[in-house]
């Protein structure tokens, strides 16, 4: 974790930064892999850590001599003369994107900052691009969502209601290995599934209704997203023509994500290609992956992002008709040089339960 540290070092160096003050929970996990409430400060000198009482003992049971961390309870830190420690730095960063202006002003005072300047776009950046303990981590919270799934082909049935199979995930989740969740789970049958965030309800499944499933688990901290549509029973000619275009679109826009690829014209591929059966592309194609379950890049016929070797993306094409069905397929894909690799493996063919 340190060396993630040192690399947000270089970064604001480069551009006449001494320092910085991360306060965003999960921009301090990223760099220093702890989860405790607390404020992260990068100096010229040494990088602290202060939190309270509460997160003490944990956080000093985490952090070795390599980490290159000091900690620091507040409570033990006197305000008239322990707070300098960005007496050397002319320019702190600080995270715009979390910070609110009365923190904003706090800071300039508590530790007697100079300049703070805007800096959250360092570690969002750096965050794009994962390294090969964060791959495995979301490989594995794939691994545990692809056997959830499979399970969930065999426990679903007729009659059951949303909330009772995304009882069964979480369930699941937490039985084999997973922190819990990477997000709220999405469970949408019959017409529900044409909203895009349906929220799980207490309706039962009936006899040819679409479900649409849209989970991941999270594995040390570091997300999967996945989301298949199955069928209770065999669907109609017209439902099971539209799943494989869409499949056939999903396929063919994963085939495109690969190191220098635009995803705004991967994004674009796939909404010409619905628009003409007559169909919009009403959310973006996909979104980063990682600590947090949306993170940059984004693949959006509206925003320009090129993707890097060891970006993690998904690829969610959706079709939706109001008030009757609507049908999203998705993997989280790692980015390489040549061709990328589906993450999650799940058997997307048209399937009945």
Same mark, same amino acid.
């Given at each position: 974790?340190?060396?993630?540290?040192?690399?947000?070092?270089?970064?604001?160096?480069?551009?006449?930064?001494?320092?910085?003050?991360?306060?965003?929970?999960?921009?301090?996990?990223?760099?220093?892999?702890?989860?405790?409430?607390?404020?992260?400060?990068?100096?010229?000198?040494?990088?602290?850590?202060?939190?309270?009482? =509460?997160?003490?003992?944990?956080?000093?049971?985490?952090?070795?001599?390599?980490?290159?961390?000091?900690?620091?309870?507040?409570?033990? +830190?006197?305000?008239?003369?322990? +707070?300098?420690?960005?007496?050397?730095?002319?320019?702190?960063?600080?995270?715009?994107?979390?910070?609110?202006?009365?923190?904003?002003?706090?800071?300039?005072?508590?530790? =007697?900052?100079?300049?703070?300047?805007?800096?959250?776009?360092?570690?969002?950046?750096?965050?794009?691009?994962?390294? %090969?303990?964060?791959?495995?981590? @979301?490989?594995?919270?794939?691994?545990?969502?692809?056997?959830?799934?499979?399970?969930?082909?065999?426990?679903?049935?007729?009659?059951?209601? %949303?909330?009772?199979?995304?009882?069964?995930?979480?369930?699941?989740?937490?039985?084999?290995?997973?922190?819990?969740?990477?997000?709220?789970?999405?469970?949408?049958?019959?017409?529900?599934?044409?909203?895009?965030?349906?929220?799980?309800?207490?309706?039962?499944?009936?006899?040819?209704?679409?479900?649409?499933?849209?989970?991941?688990?999270?594995?040390?901290?570091?997300?999967?997203?996945?989301?298949?549509?199955?069928?209770?029973?065999?669907?109609?000619?017209?439902?099971?023509?539209?799943?494989?275009?869409?499949?056939?679109?999903?396929?063919?826009?994963?085939?495109?994500?690969?190191?220098?690829?635009?995803?705004?014209?991967?994004?674009?591929?796939?909404?010409? %290609?619905?628009?003409?059966?007559?169909?919009?592309?009403?959310?973006?194609?996909?979104?980063?992956?990682?600590?947090?379950?949306?993170?940059?890049?984004?693949?959006?016929?509206?925003?320009?992002?090129?993707?890097?070797?060891?970006?993690?993306?998904?690829? %969610?094409?959706?079709?939706? @008709?109001?008030?009757?069905?609507?049908?999203?397929?998705?993997?989280?894909?790692?980015?390489?040089?040549?061709?990328?690799?589906?993450?999650?493996?799940?058997?997307?063919?048209?399937?009945?339960?």
């Amino acid at each position: 974790m340190s060396n993630r540290i040192g690399e947000l070092k270089a970064k604001l160096n480069q551009s006449n930064i001494d320092g910085m003050i991360v306060t965003n929970p999960v921009s301090v996990r990223y760099l220093t892999g702890l989860t405790a409430e607390g404020t992260l400060l990068i100096t010229k000198q040494e990088n602290v850590f202060i939190t309270d009482g =509460r997160y003490i003992e944990e956080v000093n049971s985490r952090l070795t001599i390599n980490d290159g961390i000091i900690c620091y309870d507040y409570n033990d +830190l006197n305000e008239e003369d322990d +707070l300098n420690f960005f007496a050397d730095c002319e320019k702190v960063g600080f995270e715009e994107k979390y910070v609110t202006y009365v923190d904003y002003s706090k800071f300039l005072v508590k530790y =007697r900052i100079k300049e703070l300047v805007e800096a959250s776009k360092f570690i969002e950046k750096q965050r794009m691009v994962k390294d %090969e303990d964060e791959i495995a981590c @979301i490989e594995k919270a794939c691994n545990i969502t692809d056997s959830c799934f499979l399970h969930l082909l065999d426990f679903i049935k007729v009659g059951m209601t %949303e909330k009772e199979i995304v009882a069964e995930i979480v369930y699941f989740f937490l039985k084999n290995g997973a922190d819990g969740e990477a997000f709220d789970t999405i469970v949408a049958t019959g017409p529900n599934s044409s909203k895009p965030h349906a929220i799980p309800t207490d309706r039962k499944i009936l006899p040819g209704d679409p479900i649409l499933i849209d989970f991941g688990a999270k594995y040390r901290g570091y997300c999967a997203d996945m989301t298949r549509t199955i069928f209770a029973g065999q669907p109609s000619e017209e439902d099971a023509k539209l799943y494989e275009f869409l499949l056939a679109v999903q396929e063919r826009a994963r085939m495109k994500i690969k190191d220098g690829a635009s995803g705004m014209e991967i994004a674009k591929g796939v909404e010409t %290609e619905l628009q003409a059966r007559g169909y919009d592309l009403i959310h973006g194609l996909g979104h980063g992956v990682g600590i947090e379950v949306h993170e940059k890049p984004i693949l959006s016929h509206k925003v320009n992002w090129d993707l890097q070797e060891n970006n993690v993306v998904t690829c %969610e094409p959706g079709i939706y @008709i109001p008030g009757r069905i609507g049908i999203r397929i998705e993997d989280t894909v790692l980015v390489k040089k040549l061709e990328s690799r589906s993450l999650t493996k799940s058997n997307k063919n048209l399937l009945t339960i």
